[in-house]
């Protein structure tokens, strides 16, 4: 079998595997389908070689970290992950803006400032609790909004993922090389906002500390904001207790400092939204994305971190 066939058989396998998950948990309510995935993660996720990362991680982020505390957080955090993965079919379920909401808005009269309204925002958050809340509430309410995501390697999950976006409403871009900054600058020219994460490493950002270690962070959102003067508009998710309950936290705004030169601007925005990353993430730990390779291996070595 020759390599492009092998790789072909192996994304067909994963493609069938995560359909015949997908199609279980669909099969379920939303509280049996949240509490089987944080059942299966749980099994499965210490096995992984993401489970190493995480915990590399969080050593980094919280270097008092005890390992009994360790591995309470790391259980939590396998939980969480598995309620994501078993809430995503269900987001209609949520029933956003009903009188029997699973979702409950704080700073709803921010988030209103862009309905209707052609003042855009880049809206900018990270993988908190369910990520997919926070685009779903956007969209809900009105806003007229463009989420840039990154596609899944397997073309046949990718597309199961951005027709489940769909069905709530949430538009999907994956911005691609220069073009892909030029749709989105053409998005905000319109008068539409666009929602990015801004959590994750991203090779061709800037170098910023987050938790007083260098990564790359990405810069396009606060490049966008820059271009067009723009509010960067954050937004939070979390948990209420072990179950599909969520809070969104809508803050006020960040805005830049436009009359200073763009990449002193951009450097300071970057460092900004680290920091209030790192604040929420300490909020609830056990609810952030800990199995991204945030920071590069040096930065574990050097802090000692790596059994």
């Not at 995501?149 to 046949?156: E, F, K, M, S, V």
């Not at 061709?204 to 723009?230: I, N």
């Not at 925005?269 to 800990?290: C, D, G, M, Y």
Request: charged share 25%.
């Amino acid at each position: 079998m020759t390599v492009g066939r092998r790789e072909s058989f192996i994304k067909r396998l994963e493609s069938w595997a995560f359909h015949a998950y997908w199609h279980r948990i669909s099969a379920m309510s939303l509280d049996q389908a949240s509490n089987a995935g944080a059942r299966f993660a749980r099994k499965l996720g210490p096995f992984t070689s993401a489970h190493q990362t995480a915990r590399y991680n969080m050593r980094l982020a919280m270097p008092r970290i005890t390992r009994a505390e360790e591995r309470e957080l790391l259980d939590a955090m396998w939980d969480n992950l598995g309620r994501v993965v078993g809430e995503f079919p269900h987001l209609s379920a949520m029933h956003f803006f009903e009188h029997n909401s699973r979702v409950e808005i704080e700073g709803l009269n921010i988030l209103d400032r862009y309905v209707g309204a052609k003042n855009p925002g880049v809206f900018i958050s990270g993988h908190f609790a369910n990520w997919e809340v926070m685009p779903a509430a956007i969209v809900k309410r009105g806003v007229d909004c463009r989420v840039t995501y990154r596609p899944a390697n397997n073309i046949w999950v990718d597309d199961t993922i951005v027709k489940a976006r769909a069905d709530y409403g949430v538009r999907l871009f994956a911005p691609k090389g220069p073009s892909g900054g030029v749709s989105l600058m053409r998005i905000l020219a319109k008068g539409g906002s666009v929602a990015m994460m801004n959590d994750q490493k991203y090779e061709t950002g800037v170098e910023a500390p987050f938790f007083g270690h260098l990564c790359k962070t990405a810069d396009g959102p606060s490049r966008l904001a820059y271009r067009f003067k723009a509010p960067l508009q954050t937004m939070t998710v979390a948990r209420l207790g072990a179950r599909a309950q969520f809070k969104v936290e809508v803050q006020e705004p960040m805005l830049m400092a436009f009359d200073t030169p763009i990449d002193d601007a951009v450097q300071a925005s970057v460092l900004r939204i680290n920091q209030f990353i790192e604040t929420q993430i300490l909020k609830a730990p056990e609810q952030w994305f800990w199995v991204h390779a945030r920071w590069p291996k040096k930065a574990w070595q050097d802090a000692g971190v790596i059994d």
